[in-house]
């Protein structure tokens, strides 16, 4: 059973950085996968914000086009979003997800993947 980890969500003032993780577990990680985040912010939908493949290919939602950048560890099964020049709409709760053999990059994609974490929250004061 895979179990995804998250960590490194926090709160910072706007204009600032934020760099949280997720390390899969319970997976051989030795074919094809895709993961990524979904925020969350309250009484709003769901909202996909980067994937990253297996192939190192990656998109991201508009909203952070620009401001995030996705990248992977493989050696340590971890991804992590850099997130820069955080605004306070970019306050969520902030959810890994992954999928693996058969999955999708595009970011409209994301909410098909079958594994989610627990959830990191993320707040950006003005």
């Known amino acids: 059973q895979v179990q995804l980890t998250e960590w490194g969500g926090g709160s910072v003032q706007a204009g600032g950085s934020l760099r949280p993780s997720c390390r899969a577990s319970?997976?051989?990680?030795?074919?094809?996968?895709?993961m990524g985040w979904v925020r969350q912010a309250p009484g709003k939908e769901r909202e996909g914000v980067a994937t990253i493949g297996s192939d190192g290919s990656a998109d991201y939602g508009d909203a952070v086009k620009g401001r995030f950048t996705i990248s992977k560890d493989n050696a340590k099964d971890t991804v992590s979003p850099q997130m820069n020049s955080l605004k306070p709409e970019d306050t969520a709760t902030y959810y890994c997800?992954?999928?693996?053999?058969?999955?999708?990059?595009?970011?409209?994609?994301?909410?098909?993947?079958?594994?989610w974490g627990r959830g990191s929250r993320v707040t950006v004061s003005a």
């Open positions: 997800v992954a999928d693996f053999v058969f999955c999708s990059v595009p970011v409209d994609r994301v909410f098909e993947y079958q594994y």
């Open positions: 319970g997976n051989s990680y030795g074919g094809s996968y895709c």
